[in-house]
């Protein structure tokens, strides 16, 4: 049974009775909530802007106790339920000073706790009609659940305990920018976000700073709470599926000199590359539209741990015969990982993908007695041919139950090809012998696996 169907069946079976695991709807938050107000102040919010660039949810929820998370929202624009919970608990003194939040980033979700991180600027009107600079705002809380709580139901706490902190640090007039920069009233109540207020992290040009990073934040200003060009341990995984990845682990020095391994830290970079820690595992950051990705194992994500403890101890022997087949808890998936939350979860293309869209690892490998001079190998035609030697390997991932073409393209000679549908069950391997009657062969699962397996060792 292939992966996905797995994952979406895991998820299938724990939902509430009579719910349908793919009828995946919208989540509608209650507007955020904190106990008492605060007292009435000398500055205030006035008007809250939304220059978020996506504005199409706030986040992902999980709804009930299902595996596969929703979109999350509020009834009413962002800017009138923030507007209304200012009004409401953060209120100005007479002739108080209104200020202008410009929010550029808001995202809830769970890690698995409840978690939400603001992003945005303060802005005080001036004389001249135009708005200065006064105060930058950028934070991430997280909340603990009690045990029979469920993280969703305490995002609105979680959210408007972060919105206070982002009202007081307006109010703070002492910690205020001394010469914050003046815009122009069009500037500043603009509803799309500017180039200059994006967070370092989230530069399209981002390279992170070599060090050691101890917390979100840390992250996102690029600024690693130790910076240093950390001594990294990297060596590649000896597996065919995990092939063309490395296994990092960094390191530190202690004061009396002895080299151990620097496991309480958030993340590292080396100056190339962020590597985002979870559990006890480091895994390499790739940009993705507004967020990120990586590839970790499958028992990483706390969902599909839960949902696999949940079937080992069911009674039900169906229900056992899949938690029996469902992939092994190192088995390799594509996470998402959230710049503003910190969280991370199984994407959704790992879970219950289109069918067209399905991942899929194609690989071509030539034996080490393969000899010869390198072959190029092409997936499909108008595609960029990759070069194969002897004794290497190359990867694909073609899309899922659709027919391929692969050509080899020999240094003299016609090329030769071979048609073949992968799938997303399992790898698909293809031996390469350029100088066979038959130049690419299909092999079995197992001898392909194996077969690249020693060429990684």
Not at 12 to 19: D, R
Not at 208 to 223: I, S, V
Not at 272 to 292: A, D, I, S, T, V
Request: with cysteine.
């Amino acid at each position: 049974m292939r992966f996905s169907i797995l994952l979406l069946f895991l998820a299938c079976s724990i939902s509430l009775p009579g719910s349908f695991c793919l009828a995946q709807g919208i989540h509608y938050l209650p507007p955020p909530q904190v106990k008492a107000p605060a007292k009435p102040g000398a500055v205030y919010i006035a008007r809250v802007v939304d220059a978020r660039p996506q504005r199409t949810s706030v986040g992902w929820v999980g709804q009930s106790t299902s595996l596969l998370p929703v979109p999350t929202t509020f009834r009413t624009k962002l800017s009138a339920v923030l507007q209304d919970f200012f009004t409401q608990y953060t209120p100005g003194q007479a002739n108080a000073v209104p200020l202008v939040l410009r929010l550029t980033g808001l995202e809830v979700g769970e890690a698995p706790d409840a978690t939400a991180g603001v992003v945005g600027d303060f802005y005080a009107p001036q004389p001249d009609s135009s708005y200065r600079l006064v105060a930058h705002f950028a934070q991430m809380v997280t909340q603990p659940t009690s045990f029979f709580g469920h993280a969703t139901a305490n995002i609105p706490a979680t959210l408007g305990l972060l919105l206070m902190n982002a009202a007081m640090q307006g109010r703070d007039q002492v910690r205020w920018l001394q010469a914050g920069p003046s815009y122009p009233a069009a500037y500043v109540l603009a509803s799309e976000l500017h180039p200059t207020e994006v967070l370092p992290a989230l530069a399209p040009d981002f390279q992170p700073q070599a060090g050691f990073y101890y917390t979100l934040e840390e992250f996102w200003r690029n600024q690693p709470g130790e910076p240093s060009t950390p001594d990294v341990e990297a060596r590649p995984y000896l597996s065919a599926e995990w092939a063309g990845d490395l296994e990092v682990k960094p390191y530190r020095r202690t004061a009396d000199g002895q080299r151990v391994p620097a496991t309480a830290i958030w993340g590292f970079s080396d100056g190339r590359n962020f590597y985002l820690r979870l559990n006890q595992n480091f895994y390499k950051l790739e940009r993705r539209g507004q967020g990120f990705i990586f590839y970790g194992r499958v028992g990483d994500d706390p969902a599909f741990r839960a949902a696999a403890a949940a079937k080992r101890n069911s009674s039900n022997s169906g229900l056992l015969f899949a938690a029996a087949a469902a992939p092994s808890l190192e088995r390799r998936a594509q996470f998402s990982f959230s710049p503003l939350t910190g969280s991370t979860s199984l994407d959704q293309g790992a879970i219950a993908p289109p069918l067209a869209t399905r991942p899929t690892h194609l690989f071509v490998y030539r034996p080490r007695n393969a000899k010869g001079p390198a072959v190029r190998i092409r997936l499909a035609a108008g595609q960029p041919a990759q070069e194969l030697a002897a004794g290497e390997f190359l990867t694909f991932e073609p899309a899922s139950d659709q027919p391929v073409q692969v050509y080899l393209l020999p240094e003299a000679g016609p090329e030769a090809s071979l048609t073949l549908t992968p799938t997303a069950e399992l790898p698909t391997y293809l031996e390469c012998r350029p100088a066979a009657a038959t130049p690419l062969r299909q092999v079995k699962d197992d001898e392909g696996a194996a077969a690249v397996t020693r060429l990684v060792k």
